[in-house]
DNA sequence: GTCTATAAACCGATAGAC
DNA sequence: GTCTATCGGTTTATAGAC
């Protein structure tokens, strides 16, 4: 018999975690594939092979299970944030960062970025949880951002904000989708193709 | 009394254009703010001035208005092509349709980018008008992004399509939406970044 | 009488309740 | 697992102008 778990959760618990985790499992892959305003939850339900309305037992709306979903996303992404070497140069450690996310939506596990035009958006602003990891992943790549100017690898002449902001929205960069459907590049060309355009950009002679 | 006019368009037949064009008008605006799921039928209708079913006298549904609205943009994305002179630099006639589609962009007059995720995607892949615009554009700009490559004023090291989506999707770029959500830069600022951050990047020392 | 715009009805889909 | 209310795209029947 192994030691009693130092862990406070019971049986029960960690059955709800589980099955919490498979459903936000799904969720992510639907707000990848078609977004917050297309899926439904019935065919999340039927995707984790649970009745709906069990999924209110765990999630009191629609729209907290999407917030739920980018809550668990960003708690992913300042996991790669921290296991990051420290002693790593902070341009590389941004790239790292892009290159992580984009694999993830080549994966299909990527939700889309929040846009001014979601209706998740305003659910988002609306729970607390997810404005804590964002304000702490904004603070985390903020730092970096602000090093690598200072050593001139990111360009001194550029805003943080439109840095910071951009490597946000080439995390989703729709290129990856459109080379993914045109068939000609391997995912692993697609990702050093979408994180090379987002730090040296299209012109020649860099 | 003025000269007969030599279009042959009656007084009904102009009012019919004058209004339709009044809707897509309608319609790119709420492409842009909402995105077509978001988009419906009663608002676009009480936005024109008109009773939805109205709507259908001129649209056989809302697909197929939102395929009439995108290929009027591509129309006007063509337009702007062939207006730039002849002797123009390549790059900066590629650089001039960006700076014209993110000034569109912030006037809130750019729909939003179909993407893979859209329902609209597979209605613009069945309207053959949009499919023709689409291709003389693609077009257009393929010979610029080829003529810059070739000069090395467009990396010579990426495929062209590589450039020719990066320039669609910078269009678009959410990176202008962030920025004018803060506040702390004018539009003429934000075309000038995000046209800086498609064709130079982030990095430093260019 | 015909033609046009619209109000009202229809109906499928979907979030959420029991 | 079924039920209901709501919303939104589409259709149809009517009222009014010429």
Same mark, same amino acid.
């Given at each position: 018999?192994?030691?009693?778990?130092?862990?406070?959760?019971?049986?029960?618990?960690?059955?709800?975690?589980?099955?919490?985790?498979?459903?936000?499992?799904t969720?992510?892959?639907?707000?990848?594939?078609k977004?917050?305003?297309?899926?439904?939850?019935?065919?999340?339900?039927?995707?984790v092979?649970?009745?709906?309305?069990?999924?209110?037992k765990?999630?009191?709306?629609?729209?907290?299970?999407?917030?739920?979903?980018?809550?668990?996303?960003?708690?992913?992404?300042?996991?790669?944030?921290?296991? *990051?070497?420290?002693?790593?140069?902070? @341009?590389?450690?941004?790239?790292?960062?892009?290159?992580? +996310?984009? /694999? =993830?939506?080549? !994966?299909?596990?990527m939700?889309?970025?929040?846009?001014?035009?979601?209706s998740?958006?305003?659910?988002?602003?609306?729970?607390?949880?997810y404005?804590?990891? *964002?304000?702490?992943?904004?603070?985390? @790549?903020?730092?970096?951002?602000?090093?690598?100017q200072? +050593?001139? /690898? =990111?360009?001194? !002449?550029?805003?943080?904000?439109?840095?910071?902001?951009?490597?946000?929205?080439?995390s989703?960069?729709?290129?990856?989708?459109?080379?993914k459907?045109?068939?000609?590049?391997?995912?692993?060309?697609?990702?050093?193709?979408?994180?090379?355009?987002?730090?040296?950009?299209?012109?020649?002679?860099?």
């Amino acid at each position: 018999m192994p030691p009693a778990s130092s862990k406070k959760l019971s049986f029960k618990q960690q059955q709800l975690k589980f099955r919490e985790d498979a459903i936000l499992d799904t969720v992510n892959r639907f707000l990848a594939k078609k977004g917050f305003d297309l899926m439904t939850m019935d065919e999340v339900a039927a995707d984790v092979g649970i009745a709906k309305a069990s999924l209110y037992k765990h999630f009191q709306s629609k729209e907290e299970l999407a917030a739920a979903s980018m809550t668990r996303l960003l708690d992913d992404t300042l996991e790669v944030v921290h296991a *990051l070497a420290a002693r790593m140069d902070p @341009l590389d450690k941004l790239k790292a960062v892009v290159r992580w +996310a984009v /694999t =993830l939506h080549l !994966a299909g596990t990527m939700p889309l970025l929040p846009s001014t035009r979601s209706s998740i958006q305003q659910a988002l602003l609306a729970y607390p949880p997810y404005l804590e990891r *964002l304000s702490r992943l904004t603070e985390a @790549l903020g730092d970096w951002i602000g090093q690598a100017q200072a +050593a001139g /690898t =990111l360009s001194p !002449a550029l805003p943080g904000e439109v840095i910071l902001y951009t490597i946000f929205a080439r995390s989703c960069d729709p290129v990856a989708d459109f080379l993914k459907m045109g068939g000609a590049f391997s995912d692993d060309d697609i990702v050093d193709l979408v994180v090379h355009t987002c730090f040296e950009g299209i012109s020649g002679r860099t």
